[in-house]
């Protein structure tokens, strides 16, 4: 079992910066390719962004290419969400998720319990 828990989310005016966490416990994440997700209210839920276990690869939604950076720190067990220039269609709920699959497909074992982001204009 992997427990996933988030943080680093808030209230920030449009143009700002947040850096979200990805902390997990019960096993290592290294094993794991992790995802950050969010849903904003009234709508689907959106894959923003992955990376492989070992780092060499991400993938990101077009609506964040450029603006968001994933990263990881297997020796911390996090994963992270750096998030610059944002903006209001960005406000929603992000999540973490882990997966024993491989990038991009699209199978998740364990999720957070997610982490409010609202970006004002």
């Known amino acids: 079992q992997v427990q996933l828990v988030e943080s680093g989310g808030g209230l920030v005016q449009a143009g700002g910066s947040l850096r979200l966490s990805c902390a997990a416990s019960?096993?290592?994440?290294?094993?794991?390719?992790m995802y950050w997700f969010r849903q904003a209210s009234g709508k689907e839920r959106e894959t923003v962004s992955g990376i492989s276990r070992n780092g060499d690869r991400t993938h990101y939604a077009d609506s964040v290419k450029g603006r968001f950076t994933i990263s990881r720190d297997n020796a911390k067990n996090t994963v992270y969400l750096q998030m610059n220039s944002l903006k209001p269609e960005d406000t929603a709920v992000y999540s973490c998720?882990?997966?024993?699959?491989?990038?991009?497909?699209?199978?998740?074992?364990?999720w957070g319990q997610g982490t409010q982001v609202t970006v004002s204009s």
């Open positions: 019960g096993r290592s994440l290294s094993s794991y390719t």
């Open positions: 998720a882990a997966s024993t699959w491989y990038l991009g497909a699209d199978r998740y074992d364990y």
